[in-house]
C-alpha cells in the first residue's frame, strides 16, 4: 500500500478554509485618532502619578530599586538589606534603579514610575500592531462580496486593531497591575512586544534588525529577564512551531515573504529562544515554581473555585468573545491570526493556574486574549452588540455613581452611611479636597457622557462599536478612582501611616534593627520613616528593635530579650494584623520593669 502527499490539498484543509466574517466597507472605518490617544492617556497616567507606592510588591520593588542605586548593591543579585525579593528578575530593578540615577531631581518613587510608563504604553502600542498583522494575513480576510464592496485589507486590519485596543483597556485586570513597579509589569510589556514581533513577522525579513526581529529579541530576553525565562522558552517555542506550520503550508501566492524568508524566520525564533535559555540558564534565573491548588479535596476544591472566579471577572470582557472566536473561527484554529493569541493566552493561563502568582501571571493573557476578542466582532450579531452595550452602560454608570456619591460623602458628610462606612474601614482619615482632582474627574463624567451619546448616534456601523463604551467605562471608572478616591486609597494602601508612627518613636539619627519585618515593610521603613535598618544579630548593637508582630514567638532566638525594653505596638489604621513591636536597647545592669518586659497586645 502507498499513501501519497499533496501540498496543495493539505494546504487547502489546513490552511484556507472558509472565512466566517463578514463586513462591507461601510463597517471598518477608523476609530479617530484623537479619541484613540485620549483614551490610552486617560488610562495609563492616572495611578502612576499623584500616588506613594502601595503594598505589597509596589513598595518591595521599589525598595530594590533604591538599594541598587548604593555603591555596594550587586546588579546581578538585587536584594532588600540582605533579603531575597521573591521574584528572579533583574530588567525591571534595573529599569528603576536607572531612572533613579539619571534623574536625581526627580521623587524617587516618581522617578522609577516614569521607565513604567513607557512599558504600559508600549504593551498598549504593540497590541495595536500585532492585531493589525493579524488581521492582514489572508485567513483572517472577510468574504468577498459577489458585487464588491467588502473591507479593504488595510482599512480591515486597523479597525481590528482598534477594536483589540479598545479590548485590552476594558479589561477589568489590566488597572492595577499595570500601574505598579513590579515585574508583573515589565512581563506584560515585554510579552506584548513578543506577541507583536511573531505577528508582524509575514511582512518583514529576519534579517531586518530594525523590525520584528529587533522587538523579538528584546521581548523574549525582556521577558527572562523579568522572572519569567520558562514563558519566554514557550512562548518562542510555539512561535517557531506556528512560523513552521505557515512556512511548510501558507499560501506563498498571498503571503509577503518567499518560502525562503520563512525559514530564516523559525530560525531566528529557535535561535534566539535557545539562546535566552542559555542566558538564563548563565544568570542562574531557572526556578521550580509549579505550585498545584490544595493537598486535600476539600482544599484543591476551594482553591479551583478561587481560580474560576479570577478567570471570570480579571479577563472580562473579553473571555467570552475570545470563546466565541474558537467556536466561529474553529475551522480556522491553525491559521496564524487564531493560533499564535492562542499560544499565548494559553501559556499565561496555564502559569495562572499552576503557580501562587496567579493574577500576576493571568495579566499576560490579556493582549492576546484583545485580539481574540477582536476577531469575534466581524461575526457578532447586531442583538448581541447590542446586549453589550447594556450592560456596559449600566455597570459602568452605576460604578462612576458610586464612586462620585462615597466622594460626596466623604467630604461633606452626606449620604451619612458611606461617610460611616469610610470612617470604620479607614479610621483615622482625613479627607482633603484638591481642585486638580475634581476637575479632571468632571471632565472624565461630561467625556462619558459624550461618548455615550457620540457611540449611538454617528458611530453605529463601525466594527469596533461594541468596544467603545467598555473601553470608555473602564478608563472612566480608574480615572475617578484615581482622582476623587486617591487619598483614601494612599491611606489604605500605603505603609507611610505605619511607617512615621515607628519613627516618631525612635531617635533620627539612630540606627535600628529589624527582626521577621517583610520586605514591603523594610522598604517602606526606610522610605516613609528614613530609617536606617539593619538585620537583628548578635554583633549589631543599635539602640532600637522594630519587631513584626507575628514574629514575636521567634524573637528569643535572635536577640537576648533582657537587654530590650518594650515601648510601642504600633498598628495599621487599615489593617489589624499588620502590626510592629517596637523596642529600645537598656543596660543589662538595669533590666525593664517586670510591667515593661513584655508587649500588650
Known sequence: MSFSFSPLHDHQSVLNKPSPAIIA????????????LLFCAAYILPGFLGRGPWKNEDIAAFGVMRELTSAAANWLQPQLLGQVTGFDALAPYW?????????????????????????????????????YYLARSPQAQPVAFAFGGEAAPVDY???????????????????????????????????ALTFYAMAASPYRHATNIQGPALGLLIGL?????????????????????????HMRWGNNETDTISRKQSWHWVLLIAGITLGVSVLAYGLDLWRWRIHLPGADDQSAWNDWQSLGRLLLWFTWPTWPLALWTLWRWRRQ????????????????????????????????????LAALAAFALPTLQRSVASLIDWFTLLFFTGCAIIIWVVWIAMQTGVPQQPAANVAKLAPGFEPSFSWFAFLAAVAATLAWTWLVKWRTGAQRAAIWKSLVLP?????????????????????????????????????????????????????????HGRLELRQAKAQTSCPYLIVDVNAQSALSKAVNLP??????????????TENMLVFKRVSIDSPASPASDQPRQ
Open 25 to 36: 466597507q461601510s463597517a471598518v472605518r477608523r476609530l479617530p485618532r484623537l479619541v484613540l
Open 95 to 131: 529599569l528603576g534603579a536607572i531612572a533613579i540615577k539619571l534623574l536625581p531631581f526627580l521623587d524617587p518613587a516618581f522617578a522609577v514610575r516614569i521607565p513604567f510608563i513607557v512599558l504600559l504604553a508600549l504593551t498598549l502600542l504593540a497590541t495595536w500592531y500585532a492585531i
Open 157 to 191: 486590519a486597523r479597525a481590528m486593531a482598534d477594536a483589540g485596543l479598545l479590548a485590552l483597556i476594558a479589561s477589568l485586570g489590566l488597572a492595577q497591575f499595570s500601574h505598579e513597579t513590579t515585574p508583573a509589569l515589565a512581563q506584560l510589556g515585554f510579552t
Open 221 to 245: 530576553v525582556g521577558l527572562a529577564l523579568s522572572g519569567a525565562p520558562t514563558l519566554s522558552l514557550l512562548l518562542g517555542a510555539g512561535g517557531t512551531l506556528v512560523e513552521w506550520i
Open 333 to 368: 484554529l491553525a491559521s496564524r491570526h487564531v493560533a499564535l493569541p492562542l499560544w499565548f493566552a494559553g501559556m499565561a493561563v496555564t502559569a495562572a493556574l499552576t503557580t501562587t502568582a496567579s493574577d500576576r501571571s493571568l495579566l499576560l493573557s490579556l493582549p492576546p
Open 471 to 527: 473601553a470608555g467605562g473602564a478608563t472612566l471608572c480608574w480615572l475617578l478612582l484615581m482622582t476623587l478616591w486617591l487619598p483614601l486609597l494612599d491611606y489604605a494602601r500605603s505603609l507611610a501611616p505605619l511607617s512615621r508612627q515607628v519613627a516618631s518613636l525612635v531617635d533620627k539619627n539612630a540606627c535600628v534593627e529589624i527582626f521577621g519585618v517583610g520586605s514591603a515593610q523594610v522598604a517602606a521603613l526606610q522610605y
Open 563 to 576: 537587654d530590650w525594653a518594650f515601648q510601642a505596638t504600633v498598628r495599621k489604621p487599615t489593617d489589624k
